[in-house]
């Protein structure tokens, strides 16, 4: 066992002796790239967390949702319902969070968010008031948009 021990710290130290981190004549390689998130992972989570949230498992979407965010889930919609339960379970500012990521994607229902009764308490929160303005601006902008489109396309052809 001695012995064992012996050679093992042998190694250890040759191999310490041997590797040349901050030697200038022999500089590490590049960097690797850091991989990006898999977008068809996201979604794949964002649905999970949608289906989990229309069985009533409000902690385990969640859970879902923060992890397709992390991978880069961004609908409007996913993001809504995530601020929404965290409101339900009591958290504000996680609440906040979520719903003013949302309107920075375009959430744009606004009767919606004003009415659903698990955000009461995250309206009276300071923040409130840019996230509502921020879904406003979607709301107003996507009925512009409407109704340039139904412009457009009854316009006569000259």
């Not at 990006?36 to 969640?62: T, V």
């Not at 009591?90 to 744009?108: P, Q, Y």
């Not at 009767?111 to 659903?116: R, V």
Request: net charge negative; aromatic share 6%.
């Amino acid at each position: 066992m001695r012995r064992l021990l012996t050679v093992l710290a042998v190694l250890q130290l040759t191999a310490c002796a041997t590797t040349h981190t901050n030697d200038p004549r022999n500089p590490p390689g590049p960097a690797p790239r850091p991989v990006p998130p898999d977008a068809s992972e996201a979604r794949r989570l964002g649905a999970e967390a949608d289906r989990l949230l229309e069985d009533g498992r409000y902690e385990d979407a969640l859970f879902l949702y923060r992890k397709a965010y992390i991978d880069g889930f961004r609908h409007p919609d996913g993001l809504y319902y995530a601020g929404v339960i965290a409101a339900r379970g009591g958290s504000i500012d996680e609440s906040l969070i979520w719903l003013g990521r949302a309107a920075d994607e375009g959430f744009s229902a606004l009767q919606t968010m004003n009415l659903e009764p698990s955000l009461d308490a995250v309206r009276q929160h300071e923040s409130w008031a840019r996230i509502a303005e921020k879904v406003t601006a979607n709301a107003n902008k996507n009925t512009h948009n409407k109704d340039t489109r139904s412009d457009t396309a009854t316009a006569p052809a000259s």
